[in-house]
């Protein structure tokens, strides 16, 4: 038996502890611990609703969108405005963007490194990487220089970024081929120029990325142009493209070779989204990625109506003081007068347990895609069942419960939203042809209660608002990594994280890189 | 041509830079830098030697970050991001994207500072994390201050990223819970010497940073001095810090016109009019934000509709809010209305001669009848108020 630490874990947003007890080369246990208190919620306090939204999306610069959306829906929610259509289209496009850019650089940028290792492409025979591109269906790139821009750095000894790195670990796929290494570590550069594209969308729309300007609570600020729609589509178009080109088979052709991942990695089988993207009725069932809650274990492949009213959070192993318990809704952050030191078995992170129904339950592009799946939604039910019958599981929607398919879910989502992404800006331009489309509503109203319930491109996250005299009077966020970083809650029950990390073979407990790649693949 | 430029520019062809781009690129840090254009070849054979010689070792540590300067830094063009970290930087410890993880990670830290003591560069991102004795912050199982406290005073440098690693930035903002402040603040409390280079907004341009590793690492201005005189007395440089984003704004000829946005999704703001009446803290924010944009220069906050909210001012949360508010009320001197219309407080506030002008200028403006039915200022932040008092 034996404790294994990473810490810090890498190639993640913010900063986390993974901790693992292992024995017989596979984990028992497991805690998971943020190491980040700022205490946004405190600082909101007092402050204008308007102001909400440009303090919120700072809380993450990876999901500044989806943040900002929250925080912008909960002041809406709070003081009763409903924006019109053009606005909701142009939020629906910068959201899309920006889950382009997440999931692609999640995938190539974090992940990639935990399945597909530089010094393995260094071995590759050129033309027969070629040869192996055309077969996967993947796009070609100029594998001799990147071979030789990967040769140069592991020669000049500098190896920058790969410093360190698990460059040789036992648990890369050893049936994988060199050739397909050296397409993926292609495609990891290629991808950084993607992701970026994607980004540039966000900034024609929204001024700048990360952080952006315009989706002011009544709408929005952007106003388009025939120039600036052309230019956003044309964007679009090239990473849609792409993904469809590379991402989607490069997803594919690694797949086989760690096949062994859907047989563990799960979790909780608890899942929950809020849904998003809206369509003209605004409402949450009705999503494009539609609002949904599935409990696997206790109610099998069913999907229900998600519901606000049943979070609670809970703080028995977190550093914050507070009741535990509270919905969102009058819920508490409150700074600890003292810190109660690192104990696994008391308190051992800032993050807060949410609980939906009781239940440790997991968000993220597995859930929306189980719900989705199960609502019939089209284009999500085409791609997923393709995608189970190229792993040798069609019909059998219940092994994306694993870690492998909290994965292939991320990728198979980005290629159904950046088919949406031209229908919203396609539906843009006909409305501006059309003329007479809206994009701004202002708020007269000084107080309500509201909350803002969304996705951001690693899971549900929900922001709540109370107004009082046009002053904020009390504000929450729970983000999607607080459901699944989660630490245990007032029963003792494992977050999703920790739950998906027993029953993981470890190889090597001094270099645990499977661990990781079960953390990362929530993408927290 | 050589066959250093041969290989040099086949280099860039792979990564689709032309050498007419890369040259435009030279050019845009020369202007960034205060260099005159013919230092454009010697900032392209900086660039190019630095590409084919030993990479220039680098830690970038996150503090209290939201990881955004991280991402924009993922977004700069020329060089891009692969060649900063694969040509030009070794670029040892970087959280959000390094393969290693965990002790590994640590090691790659502690053996990149010590073996290069007093070369190393330092980028920081984030806050300075005091609260509970550093354990807002906690990575390595310990307070994160611990990693400034040790390697701090062996680097070479340190080039504080984005207003949190600058002044603490909004996670500073009152009431501060946890106790954040910025690096240079950090280091004045704890003695410790080494250079800051101070590099506002939320987060940072990635330009800025690029026109940074320009000029203190390929240029050698760092180990010459010479950089330091570049900056102001707070740490910016003055080229990139030393002009308000009014001065370059292109929406200026409206303002001068009185052409003003007063709601958002109105024709005013179809035409692109001027923000003022709806926030924007152009006239107050040093930034060069409307000349060297955002995310590959496609557009920045004014052009895309939305008013500057001063995210490169110190303190800007608190200064600043509430953001879609017209500027406070100052009392340098009185302006000719009722609750005036003053951008002159911006200059008292900041001390800029440029800014005080305009304020002046302005104010003609308001006196000749060119500005009417300007909305009143607020005579104090509602958040002050709540805290019973001016800052």
Not at chain 1, 231 to 242: N, T, Y
Not at chain 1, 369 to 378: E, N, P, Q, S, T
Not at chain 2, 90 to 106: F, K, V
Request: with cysteine; charged share 20%.
């Amino acid at each position: 038996m034996a404790r294994t630490v990473i810490d810090p874990l890498t190639r993640i947003e913010g900063h986390l502890r993974v901790e693992c007890e292992v024995e017989n080369g596979v984990i028992t246990d497991a805690w998971v611990s943020g190491g980040l208190f700022r205490g946004m919620e405190v600082v909101m306090k007092g402050r204008q609703p308007s102001d909400a939204y440009y303090i919120a999306q700072r809380i993450c610069g990876v999901c500044p969108i989806s943040h900002g959306h929250a925080s912008t829906m909960s002041a809406e929610s709070a003081l009763g405005v409903t924006i019109p259509n053009g606005a909701r289209l142009v939020r629906n496009i910068i959201e899309a963007a920006q889950y382009l850019h997440s999931h692609i650089l999640w995938f190539y940028t974090l992940a990639a490194l935990d399945y597909v290792s530089p010094a393995k492409a260094l071995q590759a025979n050129i033309a027969d990487t070629y040869a192996l591109a055309q077969a996967a269906g993947t796009s070609t790139a100029n594998f001799a220089a990147v071979q030789n821009k990967v040769k140069a750095l592991v020669e000049g000894g500098d190896l920058s970024i790969f410093t360190n790195g698990y460059l040789d670990h036992p648990a890369f796929s050893p049936d994988m081929p060199a050739e397909l290494h050296l397409i993926a570590v292609a495609h990891y550069l290629e991808a950084l120029e993607m992701q970026a594209e994607a980004s540039r969308v966000i900034a024609i729309m929204g001024g700048k990325f990360p952080h952006f300007m315009t989706s002011i609570p009544g709408g929005t600020a952007w106003m388009p142009t025939e120039e600036k729609l052309d230019d956003v589509l044309f964007r679009l178009v090239r990473v849609r493209d792409w993904v469809y080109a590379t991402m989607i088979p490069d997803t594919l052709a690694i797949a086989p070779y760690y096949a062994d991942a859907l047989n563990y990695g799960g979790g909780t089988g608890n899942f929950l989204a809020w849904g998003v993207f809206n369509d003209e009725s605004m409402e949450m069932t009705k999503r494009y990625l539609p609002n949904g809650a599935v409990f696997v274990p206790t109610k099998g492949l069913a999907v229900e109506d998600a519901d606000p009213a049943k979070i609670a959070e809970y703080v028995e192993h977190s550093w914050l003081d507070g009741e535990s318990g509270l919905n969102p809704a009058d819920g508490q952050t409150v700074p600890p007068s003292e810190f109660a030191g690192y104990d696994v078995n008391k308190r051992y992170t800032w993050g807060k347990a949410p609980r939906y129904d009781g239940k440790s339950t997991e968000v993220g592009p597995l859930a929306r895609m189980i719900v989705a799946y199960l609502r019939g939604v089209a284009p999500v039910k085409a791609i997923v069942d393709t995608a189970l019958t190229a792993l040798g599981a069609a019909g059998k929607p219940e092994v994306l419960v694993s870690l492998l398919g909290r994965v292939a879910a991320r990728n198979l989502e980005t290629a159904v939203i950046a088919d949406w992404s031209l229908e919203w800006v396609n539906e843009l331009v006909a409305a501006v042809k059309e003329g007479g489309v809206e994009f701004f509503k202002p708020i007269e109203a000084d107080a309500g209660k509201g909350a803002g319930m969304w996705e951001a491109p690693r899971g549900a996250l929900g922001h709540w608002m109370n107004v009082e005299g046009g002053l904020i009077a009390n504000y929450q966020i729970v983000t999607p990594s607080t459901w699944d970083i989660s630490p245990r809650d007032a029963q003792g029950v494992r977050g999703p994280m920790e739950e998906a990390l027993v029953g993981t073979p470890i190889l090597d407990p001094e270099r645990p890189m499977e661990a990781g790649r079960v953390a990362r693949s929530f993408d927290p | 041509m050589a066959n250093e430029d041969r290989a040099f520019n086949d280099q860039l062809a792979e990564r689709g830079v032309s050498r007419r781009d890369f040259l435009k690129f030279c050019g845009s840090v020369a202007a960034m830098l205060g260099l005159s254009e013919a230092m454009v070849p010697t900032i392209a054979s900086a660039v190019q030697s630095a590409a084919s010689s030993k990479l220039y070792p680098a830690v970038w540590i996150n503090g209290g970050a939201c990881t955004g300067c991280t991402e924009s830094m993922a977004q700069a063009t020329y060089p891009d991001i692969a060649t900063i970290v694969l040509d030009i930087l070794s670029l040892n410890y970087i959280e959000t994207i390094m393969m290693a993880q965990g002790d590994a990670a640590n090691e790659a830290l502690r053996s990149t500072v010590e073996k290069n003591e007093g070369k190393t560069i330092m980028i920081y991102e984030g806050s300075v994390m005091k609260g509970w004795d550093g354990n807002a912050l906690r990575v390595e199982g310990k307070p994160s201050l611990e990693v400034l406290d040790e390697f701090a005073p062996k680097v070479a440098a340190i080039i504080a990223v984005g207003s949190c690693a600058v002044d603490g930035g909004w996670v500073k903002a009152a009431p501060n819970p946890a106790d954040a402040t910025g690096v240079s603040m950090y280091l004045a409390e704890k003695g410790i010497k080494t250079p800051v280079i101070n590099l506002p907004t939320c987060p940072v341009n990635p330009e800025w940073v690029v026109a940074m590793i320009v000029d203190v690492l390929l240029l050698g201005q760092l180990e010459s001095g010479a950089i330091l005189d570049k900056l102001d007395d707070q740490g910016r440089p003055k080229l990139i810090f030393g002009q308000t984003i009014h001065d370059n704004c292109p929406r200026r000829g409206h303002f001068e016109n009185g052409e003003f946005v007063y709601q958002f999704g109105s024709p005013e703001e179809a035409k692109g009019y001027c923000l003022y009446a709806v926030g924007c803290k152009g006239p107050q924010t040093y930034t060069n934000c409307p000349i060297v944009r955002w995310n590959n220069q496609v557009s920045w906050c004014v052009e895309s509709g939305a008013p500057c909210i001063g995210c490169g001012d110190f303190n800007w949360v608190d200064e600043n809010a509430p953001f879609l508010g017209r500027m406070r009320k100052v009392g340098i001197g009185t302006g000719p209305q009722e609750g005036g219309f003053n951008p002159g407080v911006v200059g008292a506030v900041a001390g800029g001669a440029v800014v005080a002008a305009l304020g002046i200028h302005a104010i003609g403006m308001g006196a000749a009848g060119r500005i009417g039915n300007m909305p009143p200022t607020e005579d104090m932040k509602a958040h002050d108020r709540k805290k019973g008092g001016d800052k």
